[in-house]
């Protein structure tokens, strides 16, 4: 079919664009979205960034259409593909319902209608929107992904991270590009990741950011922008990223805000400009697009489904994204399969220190550590 490339990371593409139709969509109802923000509890939240962690429906319906685009088209990869969520959410009435996505616009709607208490217009809404196919040609993207690509199936995972920045979906600020192009907080800073790695090394090999929030026009409608990359051996340097970005400008380096003084202060007394941004992903586009030269952070507050598909783009640029502190060494971070074990086995404990350039990376873990 024309404008539907029949590879892994075109069909994460597509999805991801379903995905972001979806997150604009319950965003710009108000009602959706007042009925079905969700505290996590337990293991499930990440309690060393936030006292509190939400996720909504949003969150739930787009790992599950992520994962039954990917498992329609690659069924070996069925089990492989992970999500931030587990797939429940709790519906008006204090009912766990497990968000299912269906074969068809009714079997979906079906599940839908339970989680939103038979609210039938809303759950038609969205149900017609998980199951909304996108075109190449419909995107807001560089260059159209290959058709096919060179992984072997049976050693790949897929970690999703369908809301990242769900604080800032919540919230629905707008704020300001910055100076250097690009947001510290707000809307533009919320993405869907889809990271794909192998299984046995735990090496990133292919990557791809939806970014739902890019743009507003005069209506106030939002439209997105979406990116990919392969960094497995044989297509490394194959994606839609800018290659060449101007290195005439101040050296910034982005972290989170809540990233210790200790650590901004000697950043900036070895010259760099420090800024913070919201979102793990989002903070990970930076580096990729070239807007920073780096993005820092010491605490164990991200986690696979943060950082793997950044993390592609990165090495198909020619850089990284390692572990920050000691006792870790200067090694680039690794992906595993999800298993039984909580959520904290897939946290980057060590931090990260990512950059398109490797001198910067083992400059700032020097820094760092010595
Ligand atoms: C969060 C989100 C936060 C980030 C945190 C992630 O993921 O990206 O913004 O903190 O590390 O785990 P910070 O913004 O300080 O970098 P989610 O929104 O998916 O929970
Ligand atoms: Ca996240």
Request: aromatic content about 6%.
């Amino acid at each position: 079919m024309p404008g539907v490339p029949q590879s892994l990371v075109g069909c994460a593409l597509l999805a991801s664009e379903t995905a972001a139709d979806i997150a604009r969509r319950c965003r710009s109802d108000t009602r959706l979205l007042s009925l079905l923000v969700q505290e996590k509890c337990g293991d499930d939240a990440n309690h060393s960034r936030f006292a509190r962690d939400f996720k909504t429906l949003a969150d739930v319906l787009v790992q599950c259409v992520v994962a039954k685009r990917i498992g329609q088209q690659f069924p070996e990869l069925n089990d492989s593909v992970y999500g931030e969520e587990n797939d429940t959410i709790q519906n008006n009435v204090g009912r766990d319902v497990t968000i299912r996505v269906g074969d068809t616009v009714d079997e979906t709607l079906e599940c839908l209608c339970e989680a939103l208490d038979n609210d039938l217009e809303s759950a038609r809404s969205l149900a017609e929107a998980a199951h909304r196919q996108f075109t190449v040609d419909q995107l807001n993207v560089d260059l159209v992904p290959p058709d096919s690509e060179v992984l072997d199936l049976t050693k790949v995972g897929i970690w999703i991270d369908p809301i990242d920045s769900t604080n800032e979906y919540i919230s629905g600020n707008v704020e300001a590009e910055n100076e250097f192009g690009f947001h510290s907080s707000g809307l533009h800073c919320v993405t869907i990741n889809i990271g794909v790695f192998d299984k046995e090394t735990g090496k990133p090999l292919a990557g791809v950011i939806n970014q739902p929030f890019y743009m507003r026009d005069a209506d106030k409608r939002w439209s997105g922008r979406c990116y990919w990359a392969l960094c497995n051996q044989q297509q490394k340097g194959l994606h839609s990223l800018p290659t060449f970005v101007n290195e005439n400008k101040p050296d910034v380096i982005v972290t989170s805000s809540s990233e210790c003084e200790a650590v901004t202060t000697s950043l900036r007394q070895s010259g760099y400009t420090v800024l913070t941004a919201a979102g793990a992903g989002y903070k990970l586009l930076c580096v990729a697009l070239g807007a920073v030269r780096a993005y820092v952070l010491t605490k164990d507050s991200t986690f696979a489904w943060d950082t793997c598909a950044a993390h592609a783009m990165i090495v198909s640029l020619g850089g990284n994204a390692c572990h920050c502190v000691r006792p870790a060494g200067l090694e680039p971070l690794t992906y595993s399969p999800k298993t039984l074990s909580g959520n904290r086995t897939y946290c980057n404990a060590a931090g990260i220190i990512a950059s398109r350039h490797p001198q910067t990376v083992q400059k700032v873990h020097a820094l760092i550590n010595d």
